[in-house]
């Protein structure tokens, strides 16, 4: 079974230190992100539209590291957004 490969879209680095794993991961060159867009309809009240940016489409074996906002908005399988607790200097993945 072949491994997943971690992409980070995310504008920071990224450390992951575990018992098992120590990975770093550089920040991305164009973070995947959200656009908020004001819009005004025939009526004239105000809305928002929201748009992923920079959100490459599933590829498989690879795994990306999105903000949680990204992930929330995406609803893939293949994204993971980084926590970490109180007390951590590194972070763990949460599958969304």
Do not use: W
């Not at 018992?19 to 060159?29: G, I, M, S, Y």
């Not at 004001?38 to 498989?60: A, W």
């Not at 609803?75 to 972070?91: E, G, H, S």
Request: net charge positive.
């Amino acid at each position: 079974m072949a491994q997943d490969r971690f992409v980070s879209l995310l504008p920071h680095v990224l450390r992951i230190k575990t018992e098992q794993v120590d990975l770093t991961l550089p920040a991305a060159t164009v973070a995947a992100s959200i656009r908020l867009s004001h819009l005004v309809n025939d009526s004239g009240i105000p809305t928002y539209s929201e748009t992923l940016e920079n959100l490459p489409s599933p590829c498989r074996g690879v795994v990306y590291i999105v903000t949680r906002d990204v992930a929330m908005r995406a609803r893939r399988a293949d994204l993971r957004v980084p926590i970490m607790t109180a007390f951590d200097t590194c972070c763990a993945l949460l599958i969304m």
